[in-house]
């Protein structure tokens, strides 16, 4: 296992109460894995993603711990992390285009940041890795303002995994680009994994057919908890928890024509994180809900490798 | 309905306007009422200039856009029966007004005839047609409202001007995937009662789910344009056939676009504008920009 993630709960403090961004989730990741973490706004996809990083100042770690290679990550020690980030930890953070400092030439820019963490600059490498997500070198001679949205997201991938980390969150990376820069993007994703970039990856997103294209695994989370997670092709062909059944149906996909097949969308919202009602979290929208769903679903395994949290599977 | 000639528009860039890009050039197209067709295409192409042009919002630099064979002018009586909503609903909306407002100052500006009684009757109905419980929503600021309930109040909004178009600009790119498709239903249940929307986006497979007819445009220009399940099913153009092959499905794994070994443009000899490759579904030349051939 390179990561492994038990009973982490993550609260945001609000001035009306803590806000159960993440409530209690537990999942491993092995060496070489692309868990891909999907989820409706709000269900603390990102929170996950981000506690594993930097937690901001708002978020507090509520229980939980966090393993990485056989060492605890001090995730609510910002200062502590320091030492794991960017070397063990990586992100490449949602707004690529807001993360590169745009008073810098590229080249510059990337020296200031690896001395920063005390590491030379290895221009060869540099250019190399650049050259495979089909960056040309002249790139770093620019400043950020003078790269496409795409390109920019390239090169902050690029400059993300210089350091080899063994964990890298991609949050959201390709949800602001085209489909065809998505393309690029994702299987720019998949070589860094090939190459020994990375170790293991957590690809953050809201679109589950892409996702089913890079990930080994996918996590569906709900409401700050997990809901179900199996190997990509069963969580798309043989879904269990009705959540995922009702998420897939909602999806439209190039053929499918309202005059031909009505698709439903999912009534109701998710409960506040507030103060959640006790239970399952989806049992308000939830077509087959039922009594036993007033106490909180365990997570069963059902066959290696696919854990649903629901009673009535 | 809506009729759009060889439109043009150049932007002015650079320091003191001296250089020009020309974001759109020469699109024809129409909407027929209780039509809704669909314009896809990257960053860039234009699509949303389109829009802005339709809405009166930027004047086109050559070429005419018509409603009704009339052409586009801004102001109260176009706007009575063309409106936009765009992608971003939380920006759409005055942050310190109460949602209701919204609806206050279209009858202060459209109706203002109208008695109170029988506008809270007007407001009421336009909210259940757009699935929305009037108490929900009613009273509240934008922050208490999902982005799925603002877009839709947006939507009831047009709906209490009588409008005979809609321009949705991206209007489901910020929503999740569970409620992206009740807005788009909405929009069906809309169309089968006559009104035509212009649905923009660069989402394949939400263009497709609605569109009777698909205009592809790339760097201003359409590349192919046609029914829908002609542009999709079958799709000529080199760049059509590319953005099909890069939207991640389901069931099958992401494949290369088959490459075109002729252009069916030259083949069949065409010259100028966009060529017929079947009953409506009209196909530029493959090398649109480098074509050295007559």
Redesign the interface.
């Known amino acids: 296992m390179s990561l492994l993630v038990s009973e982490l709960k993550v609260h945001y403090r609000t001035l009306r109460g803590d806000v159960r961004a993440l409530d209690g989730v537990t999942f491993g990741l092995r060496d070489g894995e692309i868990l891909g973490l999907v989820g409706?706004?709000g269900c603390g996809k990102s929170t996950l993603g981000k506690s594993l990083i930097r937690m901001d100042g708002r978020m507090r770690r509520a229980g939980g711990t966090v393993v990485l290679d056989g060492r605890e990550l001090p995730i609510d020690d910002d200062r502590a992390m320091n030492a794991f980030r960017f070397r063990e930890v990586s992100l490449i953070p949602q707004y690529a285009m807001s993360a590169l400092n745009p008073t810098r030439k590229l080249r510059r820019m990337v020296g200031e940041l690896l001395r920063s963490r005390g590491a030379p600059l290895d221009a060869e490498e540099l250019e190399r890795r650049m050259s495979q997500v089909g960056l040309p070198r002249e790139v770093l001679d620019r400043y950020p303002i003078e790269l496409s949205?795409g390109m920019k997201q390239r090169m902050v991938m690029v400059i993300s995994t210089l350091l080899d980390p063994s964990l890298l969150i991609a949050d959201e990376v390709t949800s602001a680009l085209?489909?065809?820069?998505?393309?690029a993007v994702?299987r720019a994703l998949l070589g860094f994994r090939e190459r020994g970039y990375v170790k293991s990856m957590i690809f953050v997103t809201?679109?589950?057919?892409?996702t089913?294209?890079i990930a080994d695994t996918i996590m569906v989370m709900y409401a700050g908890r997990l809901a179900e997670k199996a190997p990509a092709d069963v969580i798309?062909?043989k879904p269990r928890h009705p959540y995922t059944r009702?998420?897939?149906d909602?999806?439209?996909?190039?053929?499918?024509?309202?005059a031909d097949r009505?698709?439903?969308?999912?009534a109701g919202?998710p409960p506040s994180l507030l103060d959640p009602p006790p239970g399952c979290r989806f049992r308000a929208r939830c077509p087959i809900a039922g009594d036993e769903c007033a106490e909180d679903p365990p997570v069963a395994e059902l066959t290696p490798g696919h854990h649903v949290a629901c009673w009535k599977v | 309905m809506l009729k759009l000639r060889d439109v043009t528009k150049e932007f002015r860039v650079g320091a003191f306007g001296g250089r020009s890009v020309r974001a759109v050039k020469g699109v024809n197209f129409e909407v027929a009422p209780g039509e809704v067709v669909s314009l896809i295409g990257?960053?860039g192409s234009g699509k949303s200039t389109l829009g802005r042009m339709i809405l009166g919002l930027n004047p086109v630099t050559s070429g005419s856009i018509t409603f009704d064979d009339l052409p586009v002018r801004a102001g109260k009586e176009y706007y009575r029966r063309v409106q936009g909503i765009f992608q971003d609903p939380f920006s759409s909306f005055n942050p310190v007004f109460k949602a209701d407002r919204v609806f206050g100052m279209i009858k202060e500006t459209y109706h203002p005839a109208v008695p109170a009684a029988e506008w809270a009757g007007r407001v009421d109905s336009a909210l259940r047609d757009v699935r929305l419980n009037p108490d929900q929503v009613l009273g509240k600021y934008p922050h208490q409202l999902?982005?799925g309930q603002l877009q839709r109040l947006l939507i009831a909004r047009a709906l209490l001007l009588d409008i005979k178009l809609l321009v949705a600009d991206e209007i489901t790119s910020m929503l999740?995937?569970?409620?992206?498709?009740?807005v788009?239903?909405l929009l069906?249940e809309l169309k089968a009662r006559g009104l035509g929307v212009l649905y923009i986006t660069?989402?394949?497979?939400?263009g497709?789910?609605?569109a009777e007819r698909t205009v592809v445009l790339r760097r201003g220009s359409v590349v192919e344009m046609g029914p829908?399940?002609r542009v999709?099913?079958d799709p000529l153009h080199p760049y059509t056939r590319?953005?099909?092959s890069?939207?991640?499905?389901?069931?099958e794994?992401?494949d290369d676009p088959t490459p075109v070994d002729d252009c069916p443009y030259h083949r069949e000899g065409g010259s100028g504008g966009l060529f017929e490759a079947g009953p409506g579904h009209l196909v530029a030349c493959a090398e649109l920009e480098t074509c050295v051939r007559p």
Not at chain 1, 206 to 210: F, K, T, V, Y
Not at chain 2, 176 to 182: G, L, Q
């Open positions: 409706e706004s949205g085209d489909v065809s820069t998505q393309k994702a809201h679109d589950i057919a892409l089913h294209h798309v062909k009702l998420l897939l909602a999806l439209p996909e190039v053929g499918v024509r309202y009505r698709l439903e969308g999912i919202s | 990257e960053s999902s982005g999740d995937a569970s409620t992206r498709i009740d788009l239903n069906a660069h989402d394949l497979s939400l497709s789910y609605l829908t399940e999709f099913g590319e953005l099909l890069a939207v991640p499905r389901l069931h794994a992401w």
